[in-house]
């Protein structure tokens, strides 16, 4: 039999303590807490890298701490207000997010609160670890892939405009079509959740050299049509999604 931490005792009795209508109401709280700090939750599409990620995870912790109304939030919005780089930064009317964030984790009671926070997730159910992680893998994963892929996006790019203008200056919508399959496919050899089907498309395009796509490119073999493709096409627009983006919005950066 296992034996349980003290953390998890308290846990336990909290949980068991909470039924009926207490339960309900707490739930209710966390639930309203959680939506109040939706707009926060959602900057992690615009994060770049695991630092930025790391800001919006916690930036979210503060958030939920305040809204709940925790006592463990206190000492921590104590030592936010008397940090003298927040004061420097309001006066200087730059981005109170991340130096208010950075303060908060100065504070002496940081570590308290997003413990308390977690715990009472935990209580009424709720997986905010599984739900960053996947929201910050999504992100990671998408962020490499892209940054793998760049040179092959501005360079199919680059052709498609050469071309637009030998041929009077517009760039017709086939041809960004077949340059986006290209671009997609290189995208999904990269994605963890999209090898499978990358490995799908190579077998029906004939792909020699996955990291050369354009190596002995057939036309006729990448059609859009074909069933391989639509996997991958789904698979790698689900990337896009876990990421907070879209291919469309990608393809122009």
């Known amino acids: 039999m296992a034996v349980l931490t003290g953390e998890e005792l308290r846990e336990a ?18 639930t309203d807490a ?5 707009s926060v939750l959602a900057g992690f599409s615009k994060c770049e890298n695991a630092m930025d990620l790391a800001c919006v995870r916690d930036g979210f912790h503060l958030g ?12 921590v919005e104590k030592h936010i207000v008397q ?19 950075a303060a908060a984790r100065r504070a002496p009671g940081w570590k308290a609160m997003v413990a308390e926070v977690m715990r009472m997730a935990r209580v009424v159910g709720s997986d905010l670890e599984g739900i960053w992680k996947g929201l910050a893998v999504g992100r990671l994963e998408w962020l490499a892939a892209t940054s793998a892929t760049h ?20 760039i ?10 290209v671009w997609m496919y290189a995208l999904a050899t990269q994605l963890p959740p999209c090898k499978e089907v990358a490995k799908d498309w190579e077998s029906a395009a004939r ?9 002995g490119y057939t ?31 990608a393809w122009v950066l």
């Open 13 to 30: 009795a909290a949980s068991a303590a909470l039924t009926g209508d207490a339960l309900k109401e707490a739930e209710d709280a966390f």
């Open 34 to 38: 959680f939506n109040q700090n939706r």
């Open 64 to 75: 939920m701490a305040r809204e709940l109304e925790l006592e463990s939030y206190k000492p």
């Open 83 to 101: 940090d003298v780089s927040v004061a420097a930064a309001a006066a200087a009317g730059v981005d109170m997010f991340p130096v208010s964030v």
């Open 151 to 170: 040179q092959l996006k501005t360079t199919l790019r680059s052709e498609l405009e050469k071309d637009a203008e030998k041929g009077g200056g517009e």
């Open 172 to 181: 017709q919508e086939g041809d960004i079509t077949d340059a986006k399959m």
């Open 207 to 215: 792909i020699v050299t996955p990291s050369q796509p354009l190596e």
């Open 219 to 249: 036309e006729e073999l990448w059609d859009p049509r074909r069933p391989e493709w639509a996997a991958l096409d789904l698979a790698v627009q689900a990337a896009a999604e876990r990421a907070g983006t879209s291919l469309d919005e």
